[in-house]
């Protein structure tokens, strides 16, 4: 794979992905669902954190702030590695696999980047309303945006019977997450380095000795 497929790959992705949460953005407040199927709901939320919503400063004693902007930064620093990765294993023309999975991986982590990055300074904020792009009063400054996630997979959603112990009557879903375009890249493509790690690490072979 050459670096112009990799390049139409990575702008798809950051389309398609920037689209939806700018859409989602300024057409849903914080919170509101609206369901497609009843396994399939679009559910906004926001992630000031790493995955799954985890923040710097639930694991280290540091402000929000502080952590938000540790965050970032070391986002900023792992994208510049990904993308010096994806032009290395290019120019040395790897396998097609590893380079569909790094330009894929490097798509969703640009896609998260940007929200983190810009979304403070161009969005007002969602909380019971729909927020504005371009506002005049943003909800926060560069580098303190906050991640658009919005696909939602309730796949069950049942209630454990009440003879079940600890958790009998409780409420119980999965698939719990919600996520966007970029995290499905991300998935996607490290999903693709396990299923398909031969293909994208193939063995060189050691020369016969005569």
């Not at 398609?16 to 057409?27: G, L, M």
């Not at 979304?119 to 909800?139: C, K, R, W």
């Not at 009998?168 to 693709?192: C, K, L």
Request: hydrophobic fraction near 50%; avoid cysteine; proline fraction near 5%.
């Amino acid at each position: 794979m050459n670096l112009k497929k990799s390049l139409i790959i990575i702008v798809l992705v950051l389309l398609i992905d920037q689209i939806s949460k700018v859409y989602v953005k300024t057409h849903f407040f914080l919170g509101e669902p609206f369901e497609v199927f009843s396994w399939f709901k679009i559910l906004f939320i926001e992630n000031e954190g790493a995955a799954w919503g985890t923040k710097l400063s639930d694991l280290l004693p540091i402000s929000e702030s502080v952590g938000k902007l540790v965050l970032t930064i070391f986002r900023l620093f792992a994208i510049f590695g990904i993308g010096y990765w994806l032009w290395d294993i290019i120019k040395k023309q790897s396998p097609k696999t590893l380079i569909l999975a790094v330009s894929l991986i490097f798509a969703g982590a640009m896609g998260n980047i940007i929200d983190s990055v810009f979304y403070g300074m161009i969005f007002d904020h969602s909380n019971s309303q729909v927020a504005t792009l371009f506002s005049d009063e943003p909800y926060g400054k560069l580098f303190y945006g906050k991640v658009v996630d919005m696909l939602y997979f309730p796949l069950i959603d049942a209630t454990w019977p009440e003879w079940v112990p600890s958790v009998g009557g409780s409420r119980f879903r999965f698939f719990e997450p919600v996520f966007n375009i970029a995290d499905t890249a991300i998935s996607t493509g490290v999903g693709i380095l396990i299923v398909f790690n031969k293909k994208a690490f193939p063995k060189q072979d050691k020369p016969t000795e005569d």
